[in-house]
């Protein structure tokens, strides 16, 4: 029951840094676990990170120590911070809401979300 919009996506050279944000609608943000997932041509989607109702996050092998997860419940939002970017993180980032009952549970298979947002491009050049 949640409408996700997302943005801040665009190109940066290798070694920058680019934060995306996605925007919620509704009254109950914080009771939703929140996930970033991202497809390439040809790839199927994969996690990228994912945030509790708490705060807690979790993170794929291939961003950990370079990306970084949090929310605001005030402004209703999800960022994701993208650090030293590589051309392999080339991708469409899609935001994901999981209704969930527990405060600390993060999940990281896209059939365990609930709502997408559309997707913001994010492009890195060599």
């Known amino acids: 029951q949640v409408q996700l919009v997302e943005s801040g996506g665009g190109l940066v050279q290798a070694g920058g840094s680019l934060r995306i944000s996605c925007a919620a609608s509704?009254?109950?943000?914080?009771?939703?676990?929140m996930g970033w997932f991202r497809q390439a041509p040809g790839r199927e989607r994969e996690f990228v990170a994912g945030?509790?109702?708490?705060?807690?996050?979790t993170y794929a092998d291939s961003v950990k120590g370079r990306f970084t997860i949090s929310r605001d419940n005030a402004k209703n939002t999800v960022y994701l911070q993208m650090n030293s970017l590589k051309p392999e993180d080339t991708a469409a980032y899609y935001c994901?809401?999981?209704?969930?009952?527990?405060?600390?549970?993060?999940?990281?298979?896209?059939?365990?979300?609930?709502?997408w947002g559309q997707g913001t491009q994010v492009t890195v050049s060599s």
């Open positions: 509704g009254r109950t943000f914080s009771s939703y676990a």
């Open positions: 994901a809401a999981k209704a969930s009952l527990a405060i600390y549970y993060y999940y990281t298979r896209s059939s365990e979300y609930d709502s």
């Open positions: 945030c509790s109702r708490s705060g807690g996050s």
